[in-house]
């Protein structure tokens, strides 16, 4: 068997249904909306088709019954609970448009479908999708060993994701045309030098190979 058999042999075992779970970071409108608070960034996840592959994986996963689970980072419109440590909170305090629990702002951006089966986790605090949150109990409740982590930002929150699932005994995949960070050329970057020494990188067609089902009647859908 060749070399690239294999790798597509490994990627097949890796994402087996009924040990898979796809997990969307920050994939909220107020981050990559047509309102978000962090308008390059948007565009970003837009204009290089990650948010639209992102939406792929997640149709596929709905068709092929592997489980779906939205990260989604909020604030408290007071504040409380919320990091004051870094930079990075402080000007996002600052910002126009807030990601307020119960806002517009922190719903599912389109074209992202949330199937009645997903999974929301929802988090006023820190900088991980997975550390200090549900997210850990949850696949591990579901069975899960394998994580594909996409969404954004290939900067701070899906690195992040994709150590503490390494931390915690995951096998993490990454469809690396389902990340997006700025400035666009940082996110190969990062790939290349960072997320390929600890995780298995692929694209979006790869994963859909892989979860390649019959169709069947599609379930309910709805915005987080």
């Known amino acids: ?28 409108q107020g981050v990559v909306g047509s309102d978000s608070a962090l308008p390059e960034l948007a565009a970003v996840a837009r204009s290089s088709g990650a948010l639209h ?6 149709a596929a996963a709905h068709e092929a019954d592997v489980q779906v689970l ?26 126009p448009v807030q990601q307020h629990t119960g806002s517009t702002a922190v719903r599912i951006a389109a074209p992202i479908e949330v199937a009645e089966q997903d999974l ?35 900067n701070v929150a899906v690195p992040n994701a994709v150590f503490d699932a390494v931390n915690l005994g995951y096998t993490v995949v990454v469809p690396a045309d389902a990340i997006a960070g700025v400035p666009a050329d940082y996110t190969p970057a990062m790939i290349r030098n960072t997320l390929a020494l600890v995780a298995t990188i692929a694209t979006t067609d790869d994963v859909l190979g892989c979860w390649k089902a019959p169709r069947r009647a599609a379930p309910g859908v709805s915005r987080a």
Do not use: K, Y
């Open 1 to 28: 068997m060749g070399q690239g058999n294999r790798r597509r042999e490994l990627l097949r075992e890796q994402l087996a249904p009924d040990g898979a779970v796809l997990l969307t970071v920050e994939c909220q």
């Open 53 to 58: 592959n992102v939406a792929r994986l997640v």
């Open 70 to 95: 939205h990260a989604v980072a909020e604030r408290r419109p007071d504040g409380r609970g919320a990091n004051h440590n870094a930079r990075l909170f402080r000007a996002a305090a600052r910002l």
């Open 120 to 154: 929301v986790v929802r988090r006023l605090h820190g900088l991980s999708p997975i550390a200090g949150t549900d997210v850990d109990p949850l696949l591990r409740n579901l069975g899960c060993r394998t994580l594909v982590v996409t969404g954004v930002s290939a």
